[in-house]
């Protein structure tokens, strides 16, 4: 059996093959926070979105795993682990920046905040007063989480016109080499019309 996962096509196989395509073959799925460039320049803070991986296991192989988005074909080979995996996984997605990238939190603070459901920096800096009490100086870190996303996002207006500038600066010097094929191409076609001309005569 191939273990080449990442150039693998379902195309004409059907649901009774997998069971022989999948002996010794163990799928683990997991949620991957991917950067979002676009989205981070805008806002002036590391911006991430989820996608869904899963990492293909072969029994005995320790040398053959392989990770790789998860794709529909890898939902029809592995329909009933990739069912099961999404009825227990934990359903909520992380809107925002994760706090993992929020440099005032230490890893111990970063999990006592996870474990009361606060994910990202934007939730730590929305808890209600009803809720903040839950949190060892919960007041300080709110205002301390609003702080650091104001100055994100002032920061964010600076980060934009940079990007812009680089930009334009590296369109300009597209435009350089183009002039400059160009006049050397004319000059070229001049030298060719003037030999031309003088054999002529």
Known sequence: MSND???????GVTGSNFDEMNKGVTPLFKIVPVA??????????????????????VAGDTFNVVNMPVTDEIRRRFSAE?????????????????????????AAQRMELEAINIRS??????????????IMD??????????????????????????????MREDMEAMRKQVAELSAQLASKSDADGKSQGRAR
């Open 138 to 167: 919960g007041r300080i870190w709110r205002e301390k989480a609003k702080a650091w996303l104001a100055a994100a996002k002032d920061g964010a207006v600076v980060t934009k016109f940079a990007a812009e500038n680089e930009r």
């Open 121 to 134: 920096v934007e939730g730590l800096a929305g808890v209600a007063d009803t809720n903040i009490s839950r």
């Open 82 to 106: 990739y069912a099961k995996w999404q009825a227990n996984r934990d359903a909520s997605q992380i809107s925002g920046t994760p706090l993992s990238e929020f440099p005032m939190l230490s």
């Open 36 to 57: 979002d460039p676009a989205r981070s320049e805008a806002e002036g803070h590391p911006c991430f979105s989820e996608t869904e991986e899963v990492m293909l296991l």
């Open 5 to 11: 996962f990442s150039a693998f096509s379902l195309e």
